[in-house]
Nanobody, 122 residues
Framework: QVQLVESGGGLVQPGGSLRLSCTDSGRTLSNYAVAWFRHAPGKGKEFVAAVSASGINTHYDDSVKGRFTIFRDNAKNTVYLQMKSLKLEDTTIYYC???????????????WGQGTQVTVSS
C-alpha cells in the first residue's frame, strides 16, 4: 500500500532554512523519480523540484532555483528538500510524489500524503 509521508515543516523566519523529508512505507522510492510540490491557492499543487531515481539529475522551478536543493538517500528510502533563504511566499503545504522519469511529470493517477506545513513569518 502506497503511503507517502512528508515531514520537516515548521515555522521559520524569512531568510531561514528547513529540510523536508519524504518517505514511502509501501514502495521503494529508489525505483522512481520523485518530486516536491506545494499547494498554490486557486491553482492546486505546483511543481517545486524533482530528482531522478539515481539522484544524478535534478530540475527546479525558477522560483526556487538557487535556494532549494533536492537530493535523496536511497539507502534510507528518503528524498529531501533543503530549503534556504526562505521567503514569505514560500509559506504553504509541501507534498512529495513519484513522477515520470522522462519528464518529471505526475503519473495519471496518484495518491497524496498529508503534506507538511511550511510557514515563513517574522
Amino acid at each position: 500500500q502506497v503511503q507517502l509521508v512528508e515531514s520537516g515543516g515548521g515555522l521559520v523566519q524569512p531568510g531561514g532554512s528547513l529540510r523536508l523529508s519524504c518517505t514511502d512505507s509501501g514502495r521503494t522510492l529508489s525505483n522512481y523519480a520523485v518530486a516536491w510540490f506545494r499547494h498554490a491557492p486557486g491553482k492546486g499543487k505546483e511543481f517545486v523540484a524533482a530528482v531522478s531515481a539515481s539522484g544524478i539529475n535534478t530540475h527546479y522551478d525558477d522560483s526556487v532555483k538557487g535556494r532549494f536543493t533536492i537530493f535523496r538517500d536511497n539507502a534510507k528510502n528518503t528524498v529531501y528538500l533543503q530549503m534556504k533563504s526562505l521567503k514569505l511566499e514560500d509559506t504553504t503545504i509541501y507534498y512529495c510524489n513519484i513522477v515520470r522519469a522522462s519528464d518529471f511529470r505526475l503519473y495519471d493517477s496518484v495518491s497524496w500524503g498529508q503534506g507538511t506545513q511550511v510557514t515563513v513569518s517574522s
